[in-house]
């Protein structure tokens, strides 16, 4: 049981690291070595890269500057119009080139249009025309976008040339490579990424922690999986979602006790409000001896709030609980609700022996029959029930 999808922990985390990244002045500032250029904050002060130091060329300084003032108006397709002009054209320098694909980039991205972005960003680095500030965030923007598209591998060998070549410990850049570990199912390898980031913040998101977890999860690293739920379920013990995933962690470490536990008290103060909360609570009961009557009250009391649907699973669970808690009565109607929902004959020959066994012969017979027609591993077993007299 996991907390979420791994494709919806890591589309969480590109979303909220997408987005405009491109900071332009005006190329006849940048030229002349205007205040605001003068002035930029150096985003990556440990960067490895000597910067280029290239300003706009004098042939194509005024298709430049027409460029950042199309793109700073928020005209994307223009944008791009301008840039293609630029990228093909033989007098452009360095500079010139790698600042029209970013932009290019940019409102590629605003289009929706990835495939393009990640071209035109692939077209910036491969230039090396910009300023570290704009070439790092070029790269940055490549590894989310690649990251975004499931392309897993290219994504994060674009994203370790980037945490190398800028020696950044943003816990930001840390928490994306460890949500893209997790990704690729490299639990080990994101743990520490992960947990240097966690620790590097006074006051880390949950949803770091959450993921921090999940890889310990994973990991069969139970007892630092549940440190983690216990700490986050204690900083919010009115967040539903973090009693769940604590419940989830005891359950992976096999404590169903306390797993139960902490859903039980979410039920009690009303708080089990959808169908996988209560199947959750059904489902942890169920792996647990001796507590087959939990299970049915469980399913009973979430079928009655209309929570849980009448489907094949939640009929089993219940012809079973029946079973082993010597109600069989109520096991043959809900094995009789359950046989025509499964894919196959099987609950219907399962249904077949327990009439066969209560001396219901003629319905015995007419299961096994509906289990044959189904289709069932042993045809045998049903024609023994059929043919018995």
């Known amino acids: 049981m996991k907390f979420r999808s791994k494709h919806a922990v890591l589309s969480i985390f590109v979303a909220a690291a997408l987005g405009g990244v491109v900071a332009v002045d005006d190329a006849s500032a940048q030229s002349r070595g205007g205040k605001k250029s003068q002035k930029a904050e150096q985003l990556f002060p440990q960067a490895s890269r000597q910067e280029p130091g290239l300003k706009p060329s004098t042939r194509l300084g005024k298709k430049l500057q027409k460029l950042i003032d199309v793109y700073n108006k928020d005209d994307n397709a223009q944008t791009r119009v301008l840039a293609d002009e630029i990228l093909a054209s033989a007098d452009g320098n360095a500079y010139d080139k790698s600042l029209s694909a970013q932009l290019a980039a940019q409102a590629s991205y605003n289009l929706d249009d990835n495939a393009a972005a990640k071209a035109y960003l692939q077209q910036a680095l491969e230039n090396n025309g910009l300023e570290n500030n704009n070439h790092y965030q070029a790269m940055l923007m490549l590894a989310q976008l690649q990251l975004a598209d499931d392309e897993i591998e290219p994504g994060l060998a674009t994203l370790d040339r980037y945490l190398s070549e800028t020696g950044s410990t ?220």
Request: charged share 25%; net charge neutral; aromatic share 6%.
């Open 170 to 389: 943003k816990p930001e850049d840390l928490v994306l490579k460890g949500q893209a570990l997790y990704q690729a199912d490299r639990f080990q390898e994101a743990i520490p990424v992960l947990k240097q980031a966690v620790e590097a913040t006074p006051e880390p998101k949950d949803t770091w922690i959450q993921l921090l977890m999940a890889c310990y999860a994973e990991a069969n690293q139970h007892a630092e999986a549940i440190a983690l739920a216990e700490r986050l379920a204690a900083k919010n013990p009115a967040d539903k979602k973090a009693q769940t995933n604590l419940a989830t962690v005891y359950a992976q470490a096999d404590q169903m006790d306390k797993a139960a536990a902490v859903l039980e008290k979410l039920r009690a103060a009303g708080q089990l409000t959808e169908e996988r909360e209560y199947r959750q609570l059904y489902i942890t009961y169920a792996n647990m001896d001796g507590r087959e009557k939990d299970v049915i009250a469980v399913i009973n009391e979430g079928m009655q709030k209309g929570l849980l649907k009448s489907d094949y699973q939640t009929h089993l669970a219940l012809a079973q609980s029946y079973y082993y808690s010597d109600q069989i009565p109520q096991a043959i109607e809900q094995w009789q609700k359950a046989a025509p929902m499964s894919k196959d004959g099987e609950t219907y020959l399962n249904l077949a022996r327990v009439l066969w066994q209560e001396g219901r012969m003629p319905e015995a017979k007419q299961a096994a029959q509906q289990a044959l027609a189904k289709g069932i591993r042993k045809p045998e077993d049903a024609r023994k029930i059929i043919n018995m007299k």
